[in-house]
T-cell receptor, first 113, second 115 residues
Framework: AQSVTQLDSHVSVSEGTPVLLRCNYS??????LFWYVQHPNKGLQLLLK??????LVKGINGFEAEFKKSETSFHLTKPSAHMSDAAEYFC???????????FGAGTILRVKS | DTAVSQTPKYLVTQMGNDKSIKCEQN?????MYWYKQDSKKFLKIMFS???????INETVPNRFSPKSPDKAHLNLHINSLELGDSAVYFC??????????????FGPGTRLTVL
């Protein structure tokens, strides 16, 4: 069955420094992969998605992610963190039949001033 | 101009009670979903409806009964509430039921606490 593993439950960075949130997936087929962000007391918002086109995907708010099949990874990056980036981030994979999304456990990003 | 709204935002109730959570989307989408986020923050699909028809029922106890009176609404009714039902419940919608490509838009969540 397909699954995602987010390698860090918490990540702390200083404002203006790069962000790296790591995600590995397990799938026996070519998956669709997503990153969602959840700000406190808000619903989840799509940051970006990979659907078998370009392997480097650009999303909103300066985030991007690279699909690496050889490493089964889909890490999320941003060159320079902003205070407003503090939130929880979920890596997500669609199931084989495209019927449902499978969520990772989430990574809480803290941004220090 | 909220896209996906849920009511109530917080719900505290006693074991054994029956409660409902309402969800409405004004995006004109055909597909709606209910997710449960447990205390460990894992989000899991419970149900999905496409054009008022049930598509996915992810082995949820039959105490949970979704009701879709029209495409814009998907309500969740829970009978005989148990302690383990305590969680945050998220409603979502998408244009169609192409999960791999159609973006899902989430509501703000309903935090249910069963005492």
């Amino acid at each position: 069955a397909q699954s995602v593993t987010q390698l860090d439950s918490h990540v702390s960075v200083s404002e203006g420094t790069p962000v790296l949130l790591r995600c590995n997936y397990s799938s026996s087929y070519s998956p669709s992969l997503f990153w969602y962000v959840q700000h406190p007391n808000k619903g989840l918002q799509l940051l970006l998605k990979y659907t078998s086109a370009a392997t480097l995907v650009k999303g909103i708010n300066g985030f991007e992610a690279e699909f690496k099949k050889s490493e089964t990874s889909f890490h999320l990056t941003k060159p320079s963190a902003h205070m407003s980036d503090a939130a929880e981030y979920f890596c997500v994979v669609s199931d084989r039949y495209g019927n449902k999304l499978v969520f990772g456990a989430g990574t809480i990003l803290r941004v220090k001033s | 101009d909220t896209a996906v709204s849920q009511t109530p935002k917080y719900l505290v109730t006693q074991m054994g009670n029956d409660k409902s959570i309402k969800c409405e989307q004004n995006l004109g989408h055909d597909t709606m979903y209910w997710y449960k986020q447990d205390s460990k923050k894992f989000l899991k699909i419970m149900f999905s409806y496409n054009n008022k028809e049930l598509i996915i029922n992810e082995t949820v106890p039959n105490r949970f009964s979704p009701k879709s009176p029209d495409k814009a609404h998907l309500n969740l009714h829970i009978n005989s509430l148990e302690l383990g039902d305590s969680a945050v419940y998220f409603c979502a919608s998408s244009r169609a039921h192409r999960v791999s490509t159609d973006t899902q838009y989430f509501g703000p969540g309903t935090r249910l606490t069963v005492l």
